[in-house]
Nanobody
Framework: QVQLVESGGGLVQPGGSLRLSCAAS????????MNWYRQAPGTQRELVAV???????NYSNSVKGRFTISRDNGQDAVYLEMNSLRREDTAVYCC?????????WGQGTQVTVSA
């Protein structure tokens, strides 16, 4: 059974940093493209960052230069380093793994940026 479990969310002040983790199990992690999405109340889900199975990365304009996605295939994990956080980064962050017709999601972790 495939599982993706996010962790690392929490409350942080504007300008602060957080590092999210997504631990995968039950899948050949290295073969999957991994994505981080976020969704704030009343908004559409937003694709934040992508890292392909080959390690290529891409970011939404809203986080480019502040967030960094990385993966550790030995640990079956993907990470999202978030710096210079803003109030508008407040959302539930979910990781997503995709390969061919397979698409797996975690439950998400809440990130709240507030003074």
């Amino acid at each position: 059974q495939v599982q993706l479990v996010e962790s690392g969310g929490g409350l942080v002040q504007p300008g602060g940093s957080l590092r999210l983790s997504c631990a995968a199990s039950g899948m050949i992690f290295s073969l999957y493209d991994m994505n981080w999405y976020r969704q704030a109340p009343g908004t559409q889900r937003e694709l934040v960052a992508v890292i392909t199975s080959r390690g290529f990365t891409n970011y939404s304009n809203s986080v480019k230069g502040r967030f960094t996605i990385s993966r550790d295939n030995g640990q079956d994990a993907v990470y999202l380093e978030m710096n210079s956080l803003r109030r508008e980064d407040t959302a539930v962050y979910c990781c997503d793994g995709r390969r061919q017709n397979n698409d797996y999601w975690g439950q998400g972790t809440q990130v709240t940026v507030s003074a």
